[in-house]
């Protein structure tokens, strides 16, 4: 499974990004997707999760309420819309895949696959 991450860029303090993770698996519906990210210097941590209908959905804290994940399973592409965003949202932003399952998990070793990531740069 191919996942094709893009959407990152440069973008000011307080202002929005749209991350998009793209596949041509043709069974994207059964798998749950998430967001990680690394900044430099530190370990990939957890964003955000979607399940795979895109009916539920879980966050880490320091995103909640700012970051919303969702799907569109006809496009098999998953979104990560970025409001509000601040100098420690910075990082290279990673979507995975975590096949054939109905939970939704923040643990990287739970993910299947994963794109090549897409840099996100915050200027204060």
């Known amino acids: 499974v191919q996942l094709q991450a893009s959407g990152g860029g440069l973008v000011q303090a307080g202002g929005s990004l749209r991350l998009s993770c793209a596949t041509s698996?043709?069974?994207?519906?059964?798998?749950?997707m998430g967001w990680f990210r690394q900044a430099p210097g530190k370990e990939r941590d957890f964003v955000a999760t979607?399940?795979?209908?895109?009916?539920?959905?879980s966050y880490s804290d320091s995103v909640k309420g700012r970051f919303a994940i969702s799907r569109d399973n006809a496009k098999r592409t998953v979104y990560l819309q970025m409001n509000s965003l601040k100098a420690e949202d910075m990082a290279v932003y990673y979507c995975?895949?975590?096949?054939?399952?109905?939970?939704?998990?923040?643990?990287?070793?739970?993910?299947?696959?994963w794109g090549q990531g897409t840099q996100v740069t915050v200027s204060s």
């Open positions: 979607i399940s795979r209908s895109g009916g539920s959905t």
């Open positions: 698996e043709l069974t994207f519906s059964r798998y749950v």
């Open positions: 995975a895949a975590r096949k054939d399952s109905f939970g939704l998990v923040s643990r990287m070793s739970a993910y299947d696959y």
